[in-house]
């Protein structure tokens, strides 16, 4: 088995900042890219940002410049950090990851829970 906890989010005002993790764990024999999705209310869920194993880092037109993504790959953690927050960024916030299960050769993508982050006065 396989599981994604996240941790991070809560209330903050506009402008304010957030770092968020999440951890895989279970197991794992390899952990590809990992990114972070956000899903909005009456809205589909959206990708935020992803960090490939390499390092390499793609956002949303609507994050650049405030969300920096990074990751630990020896804990198969990553993280975002959330600055100038704006009320349009509140959104239930899920990490994925691609992972490869020891002793099963196919990559899947497992999901974390969701953690809530409202920008809010």
């Known amino acids: 088995q396989v599981q994604l906890a996240e941790s991070g989010g809560g209330l903050v005002q506009p402008g304010g900042s957030l770092r968020l993790s999440c951890a895989a764990s279970?197991?794992?024999?390899?952990?590809?890219?990992m990114g972070w999705y956000r899903q909005a209310p009456g809205k589909q869920r959206e990708l935020v940002t992803v960090?490939?194993?390499?390092?390499?880092?793609t956002y949303a037109d609507s994050v650049k410049g405030r969300f920096t993504i990074s990751r630990e790959s020896a804990k198969n953690t990553v993280y975002l950090q959330m600055n100038s927050l704006k009320p349009e960024d509140t959104a239930v916030y899920y990490c994925?990851?691609?992972?490869?299960?020891?002793?099963?050769?196919?990559?899947?993508?497992?999901w974390g829970q969701g953690t809530q982050v409202t920008v809010t006065s």
């Open positions: 994925s990851a691609d992972i490869i299960r020891i002793n099963i050769p196919k990559i899947y993508t497992y």
């Open positions: 279970g197991s794992i024999f390899k952990v590809n890219a």
């Open positions: 960090i490939s194993s390499g390092g390499t880092t």
